[in-house]
């Protein structure tokens, strides 16, 4: 899965990415009306709108970290491990996300090239996967939203750390031009790559069994908590059961969980009010929709 390009000044190394983009809504917001004053008189404001901003996008990149490492690197896939095949086991739970922050958006990718487990890359897809749903729900709770693509498609790390070809400009296509409202929409090639694995799909030379399987497991798992929306657009279903299921390990967390639920769906469904009422119609759709999608899943646990 690579692909090498020549440069006068040495090699450029191309492989698949999975790559997610995320941008913050509502930033531009937090500045209007802030022009025509004296600093003085604008310095309260200013404070104000900094901790919507960029306060918010970096403790936005610090959770998504937060939830990568509880979800991705503590978790066991449920498969059958041989004592003796318990050190691989480990070394085939370990994987590669990285991310970038950027004005108001984050991109989060992880390399699909790997040397000797292929577990890697799909471990890292997975908690991509938990982090920005979990991410999009907090972020809700706070009383803020988000759009994101997730795609899979060719790209090159710079050295500055940034990821760089057709797939983030793949993974912003999606996030600005099919997302709309706030949601997270999933590329076409990374479900033809789930699905690939799901069915066992090699793709290492000397794979092994144990990995294909593992592989097999994880992408079964992200492909569950995929669904089509109204649109017929594939999107992360992070209200949805087996998403849920994923995110909540053990009681104390899933009474936590329940508490940003229920303030997600608060700020979802005042913010459809609020929007309905001031006349805004592009805004009001958006958060309808959204709304639609809280109400449909009802994920409050019965009473």
């Given at each position: 899965?690579?692909?090498?390009?020549?440069?006068?000044?040495?090699?450029?190394?191309?492989?698949?990415?999975?790559?997610?983009?995320?941008?913050?809504?509502?930033?531009?917001?937090?500045?209007?009306?802030?022009?025509?004053?004296?600093?003085?008189?604008?310095?309260?404001?200013?404070?104000?709108?900094?901790?919507?901003?960029?306060?918010?996008?970096?403790?936005?990149?610090?959770?998504?970290?937060?939830?990568?490492?509880?979800?991705?690197?503590?978790?066991?896939?449920?498969?059958?491990?041989?004592?003796?095949?318990?050190?691989?086991?480990?070394?085939?739970?370990?994987?590669?996300?990285?991310?970038?922050?950027?004005?108001?958006?984050?991109?989060?990718?992880?390399?699909?090239?790997?040397?000797?487990?292929?577990?890697?890359?799909?471990?890292?897809?997975?908690?991509?996967?938990?982090?920005?749903?979990?991410?999009?729900?907090?972020?809700?709770?706070?009383?803020?939203?988000?759009?994101?693509?997730?795609?899979?498609?060719?790209?090159?790390?710079?050295?500055n750390g940034e990821i760089y070809g057709p797939v983030l400009y793949k993974a912003y296509e999606l996030e600005h031009k099919v997302a709309e409202y706030p949601r997270i929409v999933i590329g076409r090639e990374l479900v033809n790559y789930l699905t690939a694995l799901a069915n066992k799909h090699q793709q290492l030379?000397?794979?092994?069994?144990?990995?294909?399987?593992?592989?097999?497991?994880?992408?079964?798992?992200?492909?569950?908590?995929?669904?089509?929306?109204?649109?017929?657009?594939?999107?992360?279903?992070?209200?949805?059961?087996?998403?849920?299921?994923?995110?909540?390990?053990?009681?104390?967390?899933?009474?936590?969980?329940?508490?940003?639920?229920?303030?997600?769906?608060?700020?979802?469904?005042?913010?459809?009010?609020?929007?309905?009422?001031?006349?805004?119609?592009?805004?009001?759709?958006?958060?309808?929709?959204?709304?639609?999608?809280?109400?449909?899943?009802?994920?409050?646990?019965?009473?």
């Open positions: 899965m690579t692909s090498n390009s020549d440069r006068p000044n040495g090699n450029i190394n191309y492989y698949y990415y999975l790559v997610a983009f995320i941008d913050v809504l509502g930033q531009k917001e937090a500045f209007q009306n802030l022009e025509g004053q004296s600093l003085e008189d604008n310095h309260p404001k200013l404070i104000e709108a900094h901790k919507q901003t960029v306060w918010f996008v970096e403790n936005l990149r610090n959770g998504f970290k937060d939830f990568f490492d509880a979800y991705t690197e503590e978790r066991e896939p449920s498969v059958k491990v041989a004592p003796e095949k318990m050190d691989q086991f480990k070394a085939m739970l370990k994987s590669n996300l990285k991310h970038q922050r950027f004005s108001d958006c984050i991109q989060a990718y992880v390399c699909l090239h790997t040397d000797k487990y292929h577990s890697h890359a799909i471990n890292g897809v997975f908690g991509t996967l938990l982090a920005c749903g979990g991410m999009l729900l907090l972020s809700l709770a706070m009383k803020k939203a988000f759009r994101a693509g997730i795609e899979v498609g060719l790209g090159t790390e710079l050295d030379p000397a794979q092994t069994n144990e990995d294909v399987e593992l592989c097999k497991v994880m992408a079964t798992s992200c492909l569950k908590m995929i669904v089509r929306d109204l649109d017929g657009v594939p999107i992360l279903d992070y209200l949805g059961s087996d998403f849920l299921q994923s995110i909540n390990e053990n009681p104390e967390q899933a009474k936590k969980f329940e508490e940003v639920l229920n303030q997600a769906f608060q700020f979802v469904e005042s913010e459809y009010k609020k929007r309905k009422q001031s006349g805004d119609r592009k805004l009001a759709l958006r958060y309808y929709l959204l709304l639609n999608y809280f109400k449909a899943k009802n994920p409050f646990p019965k009473k």
